[in-house]
């Protein structure tokens, strides 16, 4: 598994640089998140299931608890759209004297990086091996050139990062294999019984698990509730070691620079409350860097066994046959909408059904079209509260519509300094142009060795458009640049953050606006293709351009 520091480090200074009215200071890039603004994909559909493209902001109404909410951002993606939208750029390279440039370079850009996540700690053996033979044929269909994609499980046991090679998919996808629970109790109990006794003093669920007792050990002096504080513990304790797994799977995806799909192949999984609250933020950073998350149950078509059955004891009398058949359902059920909250949130898709590689093939294309609603919820309280989220349309016409459900409201409020970091960081591993103000990219690079190379790129920035803040004699802001590099496979690989301090004076203003300012940004490479992603961002106005190049290294 890869690391994930990247995304959880402090800004520090490094370097700095002085010119008396500009000042360079380079600090360690951070990426934080937030749900100040909410976004909500939405998904529109025919009868037929066909997704529509054609409607607009004022075609949508949204409302967070009940109150109309006025939708500030508005968007339509998708497989349909995006290319046009979002036309990828050409390699802009530049030689060094004396160093001959590399030819025009053929690297296919990567758009799209699929992962493939299976949920080895719940699924049973049966159904993660029929899920393996399913996406072992769906994969013969072979990886596009702008294709990537990559297998992890959520036991973290089996990991393939991104690539562009079935062989080793194929080879990863054979490794995986259920894992057994670290800890199994008898008489048996399950971990959302164990929760609802334990967090909800649910008294049925407790009679539940002491006809169990009764059952599998009649006359034996066993307190029922005891068992279901051990299965609580280590059932939670399972839970969050998972749900991390799944959390840090997201923030990869949301570093790829382009289209971002995962397809969980899972039956499900309860979560308590508390992470169902972490749940919502991942699925709030997952949204903002527009990570479609599709969700395939491997169980297929199933039934709840209406007289119920206890592993490993003789049949329950049928009081206790009955509630073990009636919690089977209720556990079923907060699994299922699990994956459908996973899916719907994200404008993703779900599929249940016994036909698994029909499923494979549908869910690895996203959706035709998605609209991104964002609104900036009126009077939100940093209380941590649940919101519930209802999106319509304005003439449904019988058409379906599928959209998130809902979100946490934060615990704390977001300050200035959060907010930038924040942007930036969900800009660095976006491939959307910005143009809010004009700057140019160029690299180059001379060769140290037959295998590495140092890469220069280069950041101009025109600051005629820069909003300065006089103060004195000094015209002021602070500009932040980060220059992020990606492998050819769109695997981040490092990346600068740079901080330029403007103090212009009166008398060299209009000469310095009309210079402009130029930042450099160095990396030792080895040879082979990179992707370069640049974002500027200025704190006075909040304005932001991005840019994106290709360079390839013979």
Not at 419 to 445: C, K, N, Q, Y
Request: glycine residues 8%; contains cysteine; proline residues 6%.
């Amino acid at each position: 598994m890869r690391a994930w520091t990247f995304f959880l480090l402090t800004a520090g200074l490094a370097a700095q640089t002085q010119t008396g009215e500009v000042t360079t200071r380079e600090e360690t890039p951070t990426f934080q998140s937030s749900v100040n603004l909410v976004r909500v994909p939405v998904v529109v559909r025919d009868k037929q299931g066909h997704t529509l493209g054609n409607f607009h902001k004022e075609d949508f109404q949204l409302t967070d608890r009940g109150k109309q909410q006025y939708i500030s951002q508005f968007a339509v993606e998708g497989s349909a759209v995006v290319a046009a939208a979002h036309p990828r750029p050409a390699a802009h390279q530049e030689a060094i004297p004396g160093e001959p440039a590399a030819a025009a370079s053929k690297l296919v850009v990567p758009t799209r990086f699929t992962a493939y996540v299976f949920d080895d700690v719940h699924l049973k053996i049966g159904d993660l091996m029929n899920a393996r033979i399913a996406a072992l044929k769906h994969i013969e269909r072979g990886i596009r050139p702008q294709d990537r994609v990559a297998l992890l499980t959520l036991s973290g046991k089996v990991s393939l990062d991104f690539t562009n090679d079935p062989a080793k998919f194929r080879e990863a996808l054979m490794k995986i294999m259920p894992v057994l629970p670290a800890h199994k109790t008898f008489p048996p109990a399950t971990f959302y019984v164990a929760d609802q006794w334990m967090n909800r003093d649910n008294q049925e669920a407790l009679a539940l698990e002491a006809g169990i007792v009764a059952t599998c050990l009649p006359g034996a002096q066993i307190d029922p509730r005891d068992i279901l504080r051990e299965v609580a513990s280590a059932g939670m304790g399972e839970a969050i070691a998972t749900f991390r797994t799944l959390d840090n799977i997201l923030r990869l995806l949301a570093a790829m620079p382009g289209d971002r799909i995962m397809i969980l192949v899972s039956p499900g999984m309860y979560l308590s409350d508390d992470l169902q609250r972490d749940l919502s933020e991942s699925i709030d950073r997952a949204t903002r860097a527009g990570v479609v998350i599709n969700t395939l149950d491997a169980r297929g078509v199933y039934t709840i066994d209406p007289v119920g059955d206890i592993p490993g004891c003789n049949p329950p009398n049928p009081q206790t046959g009955l509630l073990i058949s009636k919690y089977d359902g209720f556990e079923n059920l907060a699994q299922g909408m699990l994956l459908d909250d996973l899916a719907h949130s994200t404008g993703g898709s779900t599929s249940s059904d016994n036909d698994l590689l029909g499923g494979f093939n549908r869910l690895a294309t996203p959706p035709e079209y998605v609209y991104y609603l964002g609104f900036y919820p009126k009077d939100l309280k940093p209380d941590g509260r649940f919101h519930e989220i209802k999106v319509k349309l304005t003439d449904s016409k019988g058409l379906s519509l599928q959209a998130r459900k809902g979100y946490w409201a934060p615990s704390h409020e977001e300050d200035a300094a959060a907010t930038a970091t924040r942007e930036i960081g969900e800009a660095v591993f976006s491939r959307d142009e910005l143009h809010d103000l004009p700057i140019e990219i160029h690299s180059e690079f001379f060769k140290t060795t037959d295998e590495a190379a140092r890469l220069k790129v280069a950041t101009h920035l025109d600051i005629r458009q820069l909003p300065l803040r006089k103060e004195d004699d000094r015209n002021r802001d602070d500009v932040t640049l980060v220059c992020a590099l990606f492998d050819g496979n769109g695997n981040y690989l490092e990346g600068t953050q740079k901080v330029v301090e403007l103090r212009l004076k009166d008398a060299t203003l209009e000469q310095r606006r009309t210079g402009g300012v130029t930042v450099n940004s160095n990396f030792d490479v080895k040879v082979g293709p990179y992707m370069i992603r640049v974002v500027v961002r200025d704190a006075e106005g909040r304005q932001m351009a991005a840019a994106n190049g290709v360079v390839e290294i013979p």
